[in-house]
């Protein structure tokens, strides 16, 4: 019987199920978790009604039949206990639930934000711990491998304006092994973002970050961040590192665009602050030319990073990662994340590590990396920033 009520409210709950799974609102997972609790408690309440109308027929065949009475009281007194005992325990449960959902809203707000993003991390590292990446690499082995253009690889250097001897080890890294490459122009978070930016891929919880810093000008803007370790007031500080961060995520966003505008294959994006292992063109045309016809993303280097099972010489395919100092993309990745990108509350490279869980993305990594971060260098992002 109780087989039978978990594989019906399975399939009667599974859209609800997915909903869940998809909400990155706190409070409405909780209501709908709680729908889904009602909707399988109804259920199981309308099959032990079901057992207690049988209990009744059993008392009249008791009648009918003396010989078998024993039995049937045997079988009468089991069903009874296990009612009794499920219906304590459904009044357990509901107060159970209903005194932690309540603890859950009062105290969500004032906890600090590395303990209510606990639960999200720990559900997106069983995801990937359950994924067959086993299989996915067994599968991509049998495809055709990667037909690379024999002309030079498009490099973008992005950098800030404002910090441009941030990119003097990077660029003589590039220099010195003669490989061409552009210094793209970043978009600083403290000067505004281009005409429907914020419309198009701000979601409303970092709208409502951005705000604050919104009504001040540029000077005062950069005078703030200037002194951002003095500042007490937390959500100023807050709305400068998203303004910040925002700015990196359009500045991504805006070299994808280029990709597809300019009909070019791949793109070789690196930040200001790495530099390039020695043979790094060759090396990489190597690596390039060792990944599957349908491969999306190639990390250069990372942090986090999540390896998974060896694909070629000097690629692993990529369970995920973050940080996006050095990376290759190709213009179908940049196609496959154009949904993700619209709305959103993440940063970049949270957003790519998302969709390679999902499938979406076949993502590999370059063993050994063929960047490097160059150490001691301030982020532009302001993390990490102590009150003096």
């Given at each position: 019987m109780f087989s039978c009520i978990v594989s019906r409210t399975h399939i009667a709950c599974q859209s609800e199920l997915y909903a869940y799974i998809r909400y990155e609102n706190a409070n409405a997972k909780i209501v709908l978790f709680l729908s889904i609790l009602a909707r399988f408690e109804t259920r199981l309440t309308r099959c032990l009604r079901v057992s207690?109308?049988?209990?009744?027929?059993?008392?009249?065949?008791?009648?009918?039949?003396?010989?078998?009475?024993?039995?049937?009281?045997?079988?009468?007194?089991?069903?009874?206990?296990?009612?009794?005992?499920?219906?304590?325990?459904?009044?357990?449960?509901?107060?159970?639930?209903?005194?932690?959902?309540?603890?859950?809203?009062?105290?969500?707000?004032?906890?600090?934000?590395?303990?209510?993003?606990?639960?999200?991390?720990?559900?997106?590292?069983?995801?990937?711990?359950?994924?067959?990446?086993?299989?996915?690499?067994?599968?991509?082995?049998?495809?055709?491998?990667?037909?690379?253009?024999?002309?030079?690889?498009?490099?973008?250097?992005?950098?800030?304006?404002?910090?441009?001897?941030?990119?003097?080890?990077?660029?003589?890294?590039?220099?010195?092994?003669?490989?061409?490459?552009?210094?793209?122009?970043?978009?600083d978070g403290l000067t505004g973002f281009p005409e429907g930016a914020l419309k198009r891929y701000a979601g409303t919880k970092r709208q409502k970050r951005l705000l604050k810093l919104s009504t001040k000008s540029c000077e005062e803007a950069r005078e703030l961040y200037g002194s951002i370790a003095n500042i007490s007031d937390e959500s100023m500080r807050e709305s400068i590192h998203e303004s910040l961060r925002f700015g990196c995520f359009m500045s991504h966003v805006l070299l994808w665009q280029e990709l597809l505008e300019s009909h070019i294959p791949q793109l070789v994006v690196l930040e200001d602050d790495v530099t390039v292992a020695s043979n790094f063109s060759r090396r990489l045309r190597a690596v390039l030319q060792s990944l599957p016809v349908t491969w999306d993303l190639l990390y250069l280097n990372g942090c986090f990073k999540k390896m998974g099972p060896d694909f070629a010489p000097g690629v692993r395919i990529s369970r995920g990662s973050l940080c996006t100092f050095g990376y290759v993309i190709s213009s179908g990745a940049v196609k496959k994340l154009s949904a993700a990108l619209e709305r959103s509350n993440k940063p970049i490279d949270h957003i790519l590590d998302e969709e390679i869980l999902r499938g979406k993305l076949i993502a590999f990594h370059a063993v050994p990396p063929l960047v490097e971060v160059i150490p001691n260098l301030e982020s532009t992002l302001a993390y990490r920033v102590k009150r003096t």
């Open positions: 207690h109308v049988g209990q009744q027929l059993c008392s009249i065949s008791e009648i009918s039949f003396p010989l078998e009475s024993s039995d049937i009281m045997l079988k009468q007194r089991r069903r009874q206990n296990i009612g009794d005992r499920y219906f304590t325990t459904r009044r357990t449960l509901w107060c159970a639930i209903f005194v932690s959902v309540c603890l859950l809203l009062v105290v969500n707000p004032i906890l600090p934000v590395s303990v209510r993003r606990f639960i999200p991390r720990q559900h997106r590292e069983i995801r990937r711990w359950a994924f067959e990446w086993t299989e996915l690499c067994v599968q991509l082995k049998t495809e055709e491998r990667y037909a690379l253009p024999e002309e030079n690889l498009v490099v973008k250097v992005i950098s800030l304006k404002r910090v441009k001897e941030r990119q003097i080890q990077t660029a003589y890294s590039l220099q010195e092994q003669a490989v061409p490459y552009e210094v793209f122009a970043a978009i």
